[in-house]
Structures are given as C-alpha cells and as structure tokens.
C-alpha cells in the first residue's frame, strides 16, 4: 500500500478543489496578477495528498518562469535600445 | 517480498530526501516570487509623485478672437498627473508672425485668460497608487483656461510655476484672422490596445484617458481580432460586440472622434503555413464592422474581400511595425485604394529605414542593414503611394502619451492595470497630425484617406506644411504635375516646433530638418531655431526610382522578399518615372516629426 503522501487516491471534493486552485493559477499567471498564481502553484506543490497535482503544480511555475523570461527579454531589449 | 535489488530506505534516508524535495520546492516558490517582486514592483515608481514639469496644451490653429481652452497639466517625472500639486501658475503669451525669410517677435498681441495667475488645488491623497484624473473635485495636477487671441500669428503659452520659477511652453498655436477659410489641425492616436486584448484597461479607460488627460482629438482603439473570446460565427460574452458600442459611446461631435477599428494579427506562423508577417490596422468610416480575424481570413486579401462583400461601409487599412524581424510587412499585398497610410512610428520604433545612421530609433529585433523589402523607404521605391502617421500602439492603456520609455514600464501596479502586465515597447508613441475642416468620424476618415496628414513622436505636436510648386501633401493625391523632368520643382516648408520641454532651463528648438528625395538623404538644413521657414529650389533632373532587391523562390515567382507570400511583377515596383519627396524634423529633445511624401509627376 502507498503511503498517504504519494496517494492519488482523492475524495471528489478534494479533486474538484484541486482542480479548482489549478485553473484559478493558471488565470493569474499573467505578469500582473501572478501572486494569486504563485500561490495557487505553491499550495499544489506543497501538498501531499496527490503527486499528479504536485505536477501540475510545477507545470503552474513552469508558465510563471516562461512568462516571467519574456519579461525580461522585453525589459532587455527596452533599456539597450532607447536612447531618449 | 523484496528482491535484492531494491534498495531498503532507512528512516533517515527517507526523512533526508523529504527534507531535500521540501527545500527544492520552497526554492522554486521564493525564486518565481523574487523575480515577480523585481521584475514588477518598482519601489520609485510606487512612491513617486511630485511636481516635475508642466505640460501645456492649446489647439493647434484657432480663429482671431476664438474661444478656446488652453490645459494645464503637472507632470511627475514618469509623466504622470501629479496629483498633489498646490502650486502657483501664471500664464503669459509669446507671440511671432511668419515672414518671407521666416519669423519676427509680435507685439502689442490683445489676449484674453480667464486667470492669469492661478493656485492648483488638490484632494488627491493617493500618490501614485491612484490616477489624479479619476479623482474629482479639486484640480488635481490638470486645469483648463479659457483663452481668446485678437492677432493673428503664431503664438506659444508660457507658464511659469511661480514657487520654483521654471518656465514651460505650450504647443504653437496658429491664430487665423476672423472670416479667413483655414483647415483646422487635429490630432489623434488611432493604434492603441485594452485589455480586450492584449493591452492594459478596461476600453472605456483607455478612451477616457485619451480625451481627458493625453488631450486628443481623435483616437481609436484597434485590439487584437484574434484575442476577442469569439471565433467564426460563435459569438461569447458578446464582448466584440461591447468593444464597438464602447467606441461609439465615446464619438462627439466637435469633440472627441472615436473611428471603429480593428487591427488583424498574422499569429499561427508555424503552425500553418499562413502569412507571418503584415499586422494590418482597419479603419471603418461608420459606426459598425464585420468581426474577422487571422482564424477566419488568412491573409490581406482574403480580408479584403471579406469586408468588400459583407459590408457597405468604407474602410481603409495598413500596415505597421514594419520593421520588426518577428512580424514585419509584406508589401506585396499592396492595394491603393485600401492601403492609404503607412504608420512610419510608434513605441516599437521607426520603420522608416533599416539603415540605423539614418534612424536614430530602430524598431525592436529590427532586421539587419542588408535587408531589404520591409521598410518604409522601400514601399515608396516600390512606387506605393503612403501617406506617413504614427500612433503609440500602446498597450499600456495610455492612449495618446504611453509611458513605457519612462522608468515606469511594466510596473504591475501603474494604472490602469494589465492583464497581460508586459509593455512591448521602447520608446514614446507617436501621434497623428490630420488636417480637416471640422472635427466628426467622417471627416477624420475621410482626411486620412486623403493623407492630409503628418506624424509626429511622444506627446508633440508640432505645426508641418510641405508643398512642391505650391501643392500640398494629399492635394490632387499628393501629386504634383510638371511639364518635363527637367522643370525646376519649388519646395516650400514651415515647421514650427513644439514648445515642450522636460527641462525648464533648455528651450526646445528644431535642430535639423532633413529632406529625402526618392528615399534617400537629399538635403539637410541645420536649424536651431523654433521656425524653419524656408523655400527651396530642386533643378535637377527627374529620374524616379524602383524597388530592386526582389527575390526569386523555388515556385518560379518573384517576392518583395523572402517572407513574403503573394507573388509581384518586379517590372511594375517603381515610380514609373515620377519623384517624391517627404520631410523629416529633429528637435532638441531628440523628437522627430514626417510630413510627406509628395510625388512630382514629369509628364512628358
């Protein structure tokens, strides 16, 4: 028998939550609501309960990473090329 | 039972791996926290809100004793309203007329303002956390003056903050005398984005802000098709629909001119073997528009079809960014009676020519010098008649004076909020100069068909008119015909430099004006001065010019460049023998103003 902490095996309404906290994550992993994504990613990631939302988790700081890279390719390029 | 092979985990080992999972994960979570902390909050942008200059803005051409109102505003130093301001203002007026070697002083000028010295008020408490132009019932870093001018001339506001003694100045203003027939000068921002797209605001924001505080005359909001929640026929939310009521809601007549607008966006390069390049701004001339998208309509010409068969308005379309390597033009799509402007600047930089000597603001991931097709000059080789504008293209939610060029870009929490939260761009927007006989959607349409226009960067607004053998730009379709090629063609220029300044104790002035001849540097006049009035005569012979750097692909055709998808004749990309001429102004801030091109048209 697995242990709880790898277990998948979740109730209904603790599928429904996570799935939930998921979606709400990725809505506000755009640049300027991303606290409310970083926490949602960082609440999935810190739990026990089920290794698939672990994933997803990642998956949630994954777009935050991408999202917050081209921000700095813009912010890269904004500051070498104005000249006023 | 356990094999050999499997490895027997002591409790310790175990408790050590949970413990090194748990610091990776808290690692990734203060690491992804950290950058958004650098990245979007900025501590001075945050707590900054003081006095800085002043921004003072009058009509650009009124009549001998008119009524107007003259606006001014205190600008923090991420041009912002700063909110807070009490400070004291007087107002004086500096005044000259033309001449025919250029200008003199003018005195004894009769002029009205309904308070010369006066004291802002304010209840903004917000600093910089809340806009001062949403907050009523004090001045709050803006005031309106009412003003009438009895000489005619050209005049500039001088306001002097009285506590500091800096000294700022206005727009010129141009004072027509009473009954005289003039055009009047309008500006406008008409390539902005919400956050219906990819932009910052809600679109009644956006166009609040246009009117109320960047002070246009007309504007457009042009958000991405592709964005809108609505593919095809299924309409969600209705929100394209909400996006056109917004625009209309917002038209006055004589006041403010909202045009319906959408800009179409190539996006699936890649993915399908569409066009890549060519983002196209549509300007319709009434009050609704068909939906269409890169999802529906693959490339121009499907769109233009489209649009010829499933609405009976007017509309007009053209490309911008042209320059940039990730979505650049393809003028192979050319189409004279749609395609009537090209948009020469905005905040991605200047599409005017690859050649960087020749751009002092080259496009973000601009393609290289030895490229060729994509810009601004090459279309004019190609024998495209375009006229030249600039907008912001904001995404900033600033329609008409973006600020991503201040130190205040891509701050989360800068107003109106963004939900994409990134700006795209570098540098100030640009602005649209139009001249028109009164100020409704039809006649602004209709001035932009005709090219009556001129661009100008950032917030300026600088008076331009251009005009070869005494034609101006978009007279008789911009074109001037003459007997021969050898017949002597007589330019004539006047520029009057905005008064602007973010340094009271620098005056601005024009510092070059530059004169390009079938796309290439012909003439530049080192100025100095805050009016260039000048008359210039061009004897040489007339040669026209084309477009010769087509390729030849695979499929056997011939391509603008290598980009492209719609095959040309690369016989017919020239002038067919005709010259053109269109100017360039520099002024001391660094801030460059178009007007142009003319065609000179040999007709032997």
Same mark, same amino acid.
């Given at each position: 028998?697995?242990?709880?902490?790898?277990?998948?095996?979740?109730?209904?309404?603790?599928?429904?939550?996570?799935?939930?906290?998921?979606?709400?994550?990725?809505?506000?992993?755009?640049?300027?609501?991303?606290?409310?994504?970083?926490?949602?990613?960082?609440?999935?990631?810190?739990?026990?309960?089920?290794?698939?939302?672990?994933?997803?988790?990642?998956?949630?700081?994954?777009?935050?990473?991408?999202?917050?890279?081209?921000?700095?390719?813009?912010?890269?390029?904004?500051?070498?090329?104005?000249?006023? | 039972?356990?094999?050999?092979?499997? #490895?027997?985990?002591?409790?310790?080992?175990?408790?050590?791996?949970?413990?090194?999972?748990?610091?990776?994960?808290?690692?990734?979570?203060?690491?992804?926290?950290?950058?958004?902390?650098?990245?979007?909050?900025?501590?001075? &942008?945050?707590?900054?809100?003081?006095?800085?200059?002043?921004?003072?803005?009058?009509?650009?051409?009124?009549? *001998?004793?008119?009524?107007?109102?003259?606006?001014?505003?205190?600008?923090? #130093?991420?041009?912002?309203?700063?909110?807070?301001?009490?400070?004291?203002?007087?107002?004086?007026?500096?005044?000259?007329?033309?001449?025919?070697?250029?200008?003199?002083?003018?005195?004894?000028?009769?002029?009205?303002? =309904?308070?010369?010295?006066?004291?802002?008020?304010?209840?903004?408490?917000?600093?910089?956390?809340?806009?001062?132009?949403?907050?009523?019932?004090?001045?709050?870093?803006?005031?309106?003056?009412?003003?009438?001018?009895?000489?005619?001339?050209?005049?500039?506001?001088?306001?002097?903050?009285?506590?500091?003694?800096?000294?700022?100045?206005?727009?010129?203003?141009?004072?027509?005398?009473?009954?005289?027939?003039?055009?009047?000068?309008?500006?406008?921002?008409?390539?902005?984005?919400?956050?219906? =797209?990819?932009?910052?605001?809600?679109?009644?924001?956006?166009?609040?802000?246009?009117?109320?505080?960047?002070?246009?005359?007309?504007?457009?909001?042009?958000?991405?098709?592709?964005?809108?929640?609505?593919?095809?026929?299924?309409?969600?939310?209705?929100?394209?629909?909400?996006?056109?009521?917004?625009?209309?809601?917002?038209?006055?007549?004589?006041?403010?001119?909202?045009?319906?607008?959408?800009?179409?966006?190539?996006?699936?390069?890649?993915?399908?073997?569409?066009?890549?390049?060519?983002?196209?701004?549509?300007?319709?001339?009434?009050?609704?528009?068909?939906?269409?998208? /890169?999802?529906?309509?693959?490339?121009?010409?499907?769109?233009?079809?489209?649009?010829? *068969?499933? /609405?009976?308005?007017?509309?007009?379309?053209?490309?911008?960014?042209?320059?940039?390597?990730?979505?650049?033009?393809?003028?192979?799509?050319?189409?004279?009676?749609?395609?009537?402007?090209?948009?020469?600047?905005?905040?991605?930089?200047?599409?005017?020519?690859?050649?960087?000597?020749?751009?002092?603001?080259?496009?973000?991931?601009?393609?290289?010098?030895?490229?060729? +097709?994509?810009?601004?000059?090459?279309?004019?080789?190609?024998?495209?008649?375009?006229?030249?504008?600039?907008?912001?293209?904001?995404?900033?939610?600033?329609?008409?004076?973006?600020?991503?060029?201040?130190?205040?870009?891509?701050?989360?929490?800068?107003?109106?909020?963004?939900?994409?939260?990134?700006?795209?761009?570098?540098?100030?927007?640009?602005? /649209? +100069?139009?001249?028109? =006989?009164?100020?409704?959607?039809?006649?602004?349409? @209709?001035?932009?068909?005709?090219?009556?226009?001129?661009?100008?960067?950032?917030?300026?607004?600088?008076?331009?008119?251009?005009?070869?053998?005494?034609?101006?730009?978009?007279?008789? @379709?911009?074109?001037?015909?003459?007997?021969?090629?050898?017949?002597?063609?007589?330019?004539?220029?006047?520029?009057?430099?905005?008064?602007?300044?973010?340094?009271?104790?620098?005056?601005?002035?024009?510092? #070059? &004006?530059?004169?390009?001849?079938? =796309?290439?540097?012909?003439?530049?006049?080192?100025?100095?001065?805050?009016?260039?009035?000048? /008359?210039?005569?061009?004897?040489?012979?007339?040669?026209?010019?084309?477009?010769?750097?087509?390729?030849? #692909?695979?499929?056997?055709?011939?391509?603008?460049?290598? @980009?492209?998808?719609?095959?040309?004749?690369?016989?017919?990309?020239?002038?067919?023998?005709?010259?053109?001429?269109?100017?360039?102004?520099?002024?001391?801030?660094?801030?460059? +103003?178009?007007?142009?091109?003319?065609?000179?048209?040999?007709?032997?």
């Amino acid at each position: 028998m697995q242990s709880s902490s790898t277990s998948d095996f979740l109730s209904k309404r603790m599928k429904i939550t996570y799935s939930l906290v998921f979606i709400i994550g990725l809505s506000f992993s755009y640049a300027t609501f991303m606290p409310i994504g970083i926490g949602c990613a960082s609440y999935l990631v810190l739990q026990k309960k089920s290794r698939h939302f672990v994933i997803l988790g990642l998956v949630l700081f994954l777009l935050q990473i991408l999202v917050l890279s081209i921000n700095l390719s813009t912010w890269l390029d904004s500051n070498f090329l104005n000249p006023v | 039972m356990k094999t050999s092979k499997e #490895k027997i985990k002591l409790p310790s080992q175990k408790a050590f791996k949970s413990k090194l999972v748990f610091i990776g994960k808290l690692s990734l979570i203060l690491f992804v926290s950290i950058s958004w902390l650098c990245f979007y909050i900025k501590i001075d &942008v945050l707590a900054h809100n003081e006095y800085h200059n002043l921004w003072i803005h009058s009509p650009s051409i009124v009549e *001998e004793d008119e009524p107007f109102n003259i606006t001014v505003e205190v600008w923090d #130093k991420f041009e912002r309203l700063s909110g807070a301001y009490t400070g004291e203002v007087q107002i004086q007026l500096e005044s000259y007329q033309l001449n025919a070697t250029g200008y003199e002083p003018l005195g004894g000028v009769n002029w009205t303002v =309904s308070e010369s010295n006066f004291e802002f008020t304010s209840n903004h408490a917000w600093g910089a956390l809340y806009p001062a132009y949403l907050v009523e019932g004090a001045d709050n870093g803006k005031r309106n003056f009412n003003v009438s001018i009895s000489t005619p001339g050209v005049h500039y506001f001088q306001v002097t903050d009285l506590d500091t003694g800096d000294v700022f100045r206005s727009n010129p203003v141009i004072v027509k005398p009473a009954g005289s027939t003039f055009e009047r000068l309008y500006w406008g921002d008409i390539h902005a984005h919400s956050y219906y =797209s990819d932009g910052s605001g809600h679109p009644s924001e956006v166009y609040k802000f246009a009117r109320d505080v960047a002070l246009l005359d007309f504007a457009a909001l042009t958000d991405h098709a592709e964005m809108f929640p609505q593919m095809s026929t299924l309409e969600l939310f209705n929100k394209f629909q909400d996006y056109i009521r917004i625009t209309n809601s917002f038209y006055e007549e004589g006041k403010f001119a909202t045009l319906v607008a959408l800009e179409w966006t190539p996006l699936l390069t890649g993915v399908r073997s569409y066009l890549a390049t060519q983002h196209t701004n549509f300007y319709f001339r009434g009050n609704d528009m068909p939906f269409f998208s /890169t999802f529906t309509h693959f490339n121009p010409d499907d769109i233009y079809q489209y649009l010829e *068969e499933n /609405t009976n308005d007017q509309f007009m379309a053209w490309t911008h960014h042209v320059l940039r390597s990730d979505y650049g033009s393809d003028f192979g799509f050319y189409n004279e009676s749609i395609n009537r402007m090209i948009e020469i600047y905005s905040e991605h930089g200047s599409g005017e020519t690859v050649n960087t000597s020749l751009n002092p603001y080259p496009t973000i991931h601009t393609y290289d010098e030895n490229t060729h +097709g994509y810009s601004v000059q090459d279309a004019l080789r190609m024998g495209q008649k375009l006229g030249i504008m600039a907008s912001s293209d904001s995404h900033d939610g600033r329609m008409g004076h973006n600020i991503v060029h201040t130190g205040a870009r891509g701050a989360a929490h800068v107003y109106p909020l963004s939900i994409a939260g990134y700006n795209l761009g570098a540098y100030p927007g640009g602005l /649209t +100069g139009l001249y028109a =006989s009164v100020l409704n959607r039809t006649q602004i349409y @209709d001035s932009l068909y005709s090219r009556s226009a001129y661009a100008s960067m950032w917030v300026t607004r600088p008076i331009m008119n251009f005009t070869i053998n005494g034609v101006s730009v978009s007279e008789n @379709d911009s074109t001037v015909v003459v007997p021969d090629v050898n017949t002597t063609r007589t330019l004539e220029i006047t520029i009057i430099v905005d008064g602007i300044s973010l340094n009271p104790g620098i005056r601005t002035n024009i510092s #070059k &004006v530059e004169i390009f001849k079938n =796309s290439e540097l012909w003439r530049t006049e080192v100025v100095n001065d805050i009016i260039y009035h000048q /008359t210039i005569n061009d004897s040489t012979t007339i040669t026209g010019t084309s477009y010769d750097h087509c390729i030849q #692909k695979a499929d056997g055709n011939w391509y603008v460049h290598e @980009d492209s998808i719609k095959p040309v004749n690369p016989a017919l990309l020239n002038t067919n023998g005709t010259d053109y001429y269109y100017v360039r102004m520099t002024d001391t801030n660094g801030i460059l +103003g178009w007007i142009g091109p003319i065609w000179v048209d040999p007709l032997a």
